[in-house]
């Protein structure tokens, strides 16, 4: 089950654009993980330039998208190799 879980959330995230290149988030390989246990997800984010602007933008969205999975009630969102990321993990995840 929980495989199948991380599929519909990978599927989920696929239609999140990187608004800079407009590919696929999935495709550019920003998602670099993601794990279920229970109904609880966790997704892991590195964008492409440690400065990244849109991260933020992309982090949230994931949030949404991992969430409206059925069977996932919380997403946790973890952005890495980001000059802010601290502080984007924070906000995202209150």
């Known amino acids: 089950m929980s495989e199948e879980l991380v599929n519909n959330i990978k599927d989920a995230l696929t239609p999140i654009n990187d608004p800079h290149m407009g590919i696929s988030i999935v495709e550019m390989g920003i998602v670099q993980n993601i794990t279920v246990d229970g109904d609880?997800?966790?997704?892991?984010?590195?964008?492409?330039?440690?400065?990244?602007?849109?991260?933020?933008?992309?982090?949230?969205?994931?949030?949404?998208?991992?969430?409206?999975?059925?069977?996932?009630?919380?997403?946790?969102?973890?952005?890495?190799?980001?000059?802010?990321?601290?502080?984007?993990?924070?906000?995202?995840?209150?």
Do not use: F, W, Y
């Not at 998208?65 to 997403?75: C, L, Q």
């Open 40 to 94: 609880q997800a966790e997704v892991t984010l590195k964008p492409t330039n440690p400065g990244c602007m849109s991260i933020t933008r992309i982090a949230a969205d994931a949030k949404i998208r991992a969430e409206s999975v059925e069977g996932i009630d919380k997403a946790k969102i973890i952005v890495e190799g980001h000059a802010m990321a601290d502080s984007i993990n924070e906000m995202i995840n209150r």
